[in-house]
């Protein structure tokens, strides 16, 4: 969910010469660039799914950003600051991927504010522990590494050329908080207690990243046919449990899932059911923290509105100058 889309009632109703060589350059792995003609059910998926993931970079930063003053050294302070700045910089990039499709950024940050938006599940969780920042890393942004690398290869080029740098700064996250849960793991016994504390909490939200079930999917063949995606939520669900249970195994640490098997006959790790509830109920709006995370989007917005006037104000200078 970080970055796949979210089911929608969209479906393309272009029949024309046009949708047929448009579909014929995404069939030849060519790149659909903002000038060229596409169908308005593409632009539209592509505005949800774009803004979506913007929305989310964006919220993404909250959970962590509480945690900079409370880091247990200089180094780590620095490294979650760094970090947070770059979830800032994802949506960044993310939002002016999402302009050249026409929308203005300040329709969809009135999206964020008013509540109309969907952005990632996951960042409605809250930290309640140092190993919380590291669990998020190892799980969280290595989930969404498994989401992002292909879209790399979306048919949409502002799209993927932005996800290029996303993905190796989401890959440093990715180190980042492993290093924390084995340093957490390698040291007394309450620490490792608090590690196993975070897994417990953060697995099974982490596996709802993924999106809902394929069976839930209604249009995701023709998401797949444009190659906006280029693999179901489920592929991707399992090939992250594959990488990332033999990871927590290597911690010491266990898996709050009963079922959790390795099937020797596929070499897949099998997991039992999720709460499919839950997910639909955080996307609803009644997660542990949806209301704090949005009021907190709300006044940083009111709270750098001062920034913007000034900037608004300085380029009128500059333009006035010229």
């Keep these: 969910m970080y970055s796949q889309a979210l089911n929608t009632e969209e479906a393309s109703s272009d029949i024309s010469p046009d949708a047929d060589r448009f579909q014929a350059c995404i069939d030849d792995e060519q790149r659909i660039e903002p000038n060229d003609w596409m169908p308005d059910a593409y632009r539209r998926t592509l505005i949800r799914q774009i803004s979506?993931?913007?929305?989310?970079?964006?919220?993404?930063?909250?959970?962590?950003?509480?945690?900079?003053?409370?880091?247990?050294?200089?180094?780590?302070?620095?490294?979650?600051?760094?970090?947070?700045q770059d979830e800032g910089g994802h949506g960044l990039y993310l939002y002016s991927a999402a302009e050249t499709l026409g929308v203005s950024r300040e329709d969809l940050q009135d999206q964020l504010l008013s509540g109309r938006a969907k952005y990632s599940s996951i960042f409605n969780y809250p930290t309640l522990s140092w190993a919380d920042i590291g669990t998020i890393g190892w799980l969280v942004d290595g989930a969404a590494i498994m989401n992002q690398i292909p879209l790399c290869r979306c048919s949409y080029g502002p799209y993927a050329r932005a996800m290029i740098r996303v993905c190796r700064e989401e890959s440093f996250h990715q180190r980042q908080g492993y290093e924390i849960m084995l340093t957490l793991c390698q040291g007394t016994t309450e620490?490792?207690?608090?590690a196993q504390d975070a897994l417990n909490r953060w697995w099974w939200p982490c596996l709802m990243?993924?999106?809902?079930?394929?069976?839930?999917?209604?249009?995701?063949?023709?998401?797949?046919?444009?190659?906006?995606?280029?693999?179901?939520?489920?592929?991707?669900?399992?090939?992250?449990?594959?990488?990332?249970?033999?990871?927590?195994h290597f911690l010491g640490l266990n898996f709050p899932d009963p079922d959790l098997r390795l099937d020797d006959?596929?070499?897949?790790?099998?997991?039992?059911?999720?709460?499919?509830?839950?997910?639909?109920?955080?996307?609803?709006?009644?997660?542990?923290?949806?209301?704090?995370?949005?009021?907190?989007?709300?006044?940083?917005?009111?709270?750098?509105?001062?920034v913007r006037e000034a900037a608004l104000a300085y380029a009128a200078k500059q333009r006035i100058a010229a």
């Design 265 to 306: 006959a596929s070499g897949h790790w099998q997991f039992g059911a999720i709460d499919w509830a839950e997910f639909r109920a955080v996307l609803a709006g009644n997660g542990p923290c949806n209301r704090e995370r949005l009021e907190a989007r709300r006044k940083a917005h009111a709270d750098g509105a001062w």
């Design 52 to 84: 979506q993931h913007a929305h989310s970079e964006v919220v993404g930063m909250l959970p962590e950003g509480n945690w900079i003053t409370r880091a247990p050294s200089l180094r780590r302070k620095a490294a979650l600051l760094a970090k947070v």
């Design 191 to 194: 620490q490792k207690a608090m």
């Design 209 to 248: 990243m993924f999106g809902p079930p394929d069976t839930d999917s209604q249009h995701s063949d023709t998401s797949m046919r444009w190659k906006i995606k280029r693999f179901t939520n489920d592929a991707l669900r399992q090939k992250f449990v594959d990488a990332t249970v033999p990871q927590g």
